[in-house]
């Protein structure tokens, strides 16, 4: 696998969040630094008709952030905000792309983005590069959109699709059956709960907005596997979850990635297992980079102002991959 140098401090995990779930519930609500940058609104045109919408904040060095948000989220999520501020204070220029229906894309998408849309990725890649031509792109993925970037990276998608420069996944859920069985389980069924929630928001916005028909039976208490069953798969065009979790799942598509690329995970993520990345036999070109503690991005320190050792990673990363 391709070796970089990891970041100078390892993520110690303070006392009050020593475990995954503490990682993860309190790096979601623990107050952090978001600061405004300016930025105009885009839109990028898909082939079936739907629009994905995103935000540029212009920059002065020949590089170009993309950042892509995780399930439920849109491109004003705490997460995203940080990697703006971050990219910006090196001097590049960013671009936060929303997925199908999310944040300003109310309204303009019928199809669900979903694990697998990495062709919508790509969408964004090919719109970048033919209104900035002269920017190389380093492309960021959290969560879902971290799977969904692998799966563009690997080659995994039905048709080819633009791809970045390089690109760092962030907790990506590699082995979707598998995480859809480990948040169904324990403690982590709170984060399906919250999920689920939010997709079943994201279908009645949808019906509202005369997009689709009220055909889709979801209720809230149902685990991720069936509400994949009841409306990812069939509005998608998948088979079943199977069918969906088998053909969108980046682990099978690691081993060909050719683009300098990091994968950041934890051991301790509540709902996706770690193992399965490196089991998987990355590339060559991928840097696979794995924390004790961290949660589903948290990543929690002791050792840094404000303890957010994610966007210092990131950062640290993005400077090897964009050669600074």
């Known amino acids: 696998m391709r070796t970089l140098a990891?970041?100078?401090l390892p993520c110690r995990a303070p006392w009050w969040a020593a475990s995954g779930h503490l990682q993860t519930i309190l790096g979601n609500y623990l107050p952090g630094a978001s600061p405004d940058h300016p930025s105009t609104p885009f839109r990028i045109?898909?082939?079936d008709g739907d629009q994905l919408t995103g935000r540029h904040y212009p920059g002065e060095t020949d590089a170009l952030v993309l950042v892509f948000h995780g399930l439920g989220g849109d491109d004003q999520a705490h997460y995203v905000r940080r990697t703006i501020a971050l990219a910006r204070k090196l001097g590049?220029?960013?671009w936060t792309v929303n997925h199908r229906g999310c944040g300003e894309g109310r309204g303009l998408a019928k199809k669900p983005y979903?694990?697998?849309s990495g062709d919508d990725l790509g969408a964004a890649f090919a719109a970048a590069r033919e209104r900035h031509p002269r920017l190389r792109q380093l492309?960021?993925?959290?969560?879902?959109?971290?799977n969904a970037l692998l799966l563009n990276l690997g080659g995994g998608l039905p048709e080819p699709s633009a791809q970045p420069d390089c690109a760092i996944a962030v907790n990506p859920p590699v082995d979707l059956g598998a995480c859809s069985s480990a948040i169904h389980s324990g403690l982590s069924r709170l984060?399906?709960?919250?999920f689920i929630k939010r997709c079943r928001k994201a279908i009645r916005q949808r019906v509202e907005d005369g997009l689709i028909q009220d055909i889709y039976r979801t209720?809230?208490?149902m685990s991720l596997r069936a509400f994949d069953d009841a409306y990812t798969t069939k509005a998608g065009g998948f088979r079943d979850a199977d069918d969906y979790y088998a053909r969108c799942s980046a682990r099978h598509h690691l081993s060909k990635i050719a683009i300098p690329t990091v994968i950041l995970m934890a051991k301790d993520d509540p709902f996706i297992p770690w193992r399965h990345a490196a089991e998987a036999e990355p590339s060559a070109a991928v840097h696979l980079h794995i924390?004790?503690?961290?949660g589903h991005m948290g990543y929690l320190s002791r050792d840094l102002p404000g303890h957010r050792w994610l966007p210092y990673a990131v950062e640290h990363y993005a400077r090897q991959l964009l050669g600074e």
Do not use: F, N
């Open 191 to 194: 984060y399906e709960l919250r």
């Open 139 to 146: 492309a960021i993925g959290y969560s879902l959109s971290a």
């Open 219 to 221: 209720g809230p208490l």
């Open 291 to 294: 924390e004790p503690h961290g």
């Open 45 to 47: 045109p898909l082939p």
């Open 92 to 94: 590049h220029h960013v």
């Open 6 to 8: 990891p970041p100078p």
């Open 114 to 116: 979903h694990s697998g």
